[in-house]
């Protein structure tokens, strides 16, 4: 199991983001994604600790589901 995820985290799939990392890869503010979070809107989060972690898959995913149900440009 921990080679897979070895794999997994050479290619980028496993990589584990800080609030601060996720906000700059969704570009936009540290409060934002705190309050979306806070929601339950953001993209998936969890904890380490006491600190707020993110897969950046999840965000990236959580991106994508953003431009398929904003409806805007498709017709």
């Known amino acids: 199991m921990t080679e897979n995820f070895n794999r997994a985290s050479d290619e980028g799939e496993a990589v ?7 906000a700059a890869l969704v570009r936009t503010p540290v409060a934002t994604l705190r309050y979306w979070r ?3 809107t ?6 380490v600790g006491r600190a ?3 897969w950046r898959a999840d965000v990236i995913a959580w991106l994508h589901e ?10």
């Open 52 to 54: 707020v972690r993110y």
């Open 16 to 22: 584990m983001l800080t609030l601060d990392e996720a």
């Open 38 to 40: 806070h929601m339950g």
């Open 42 to 47: 953001g993209p998936r989060s969890f904890r």
């Open 66 to 75: 953003q431009t398929i149900h904003s409806g805007v440009g498709t017709h």
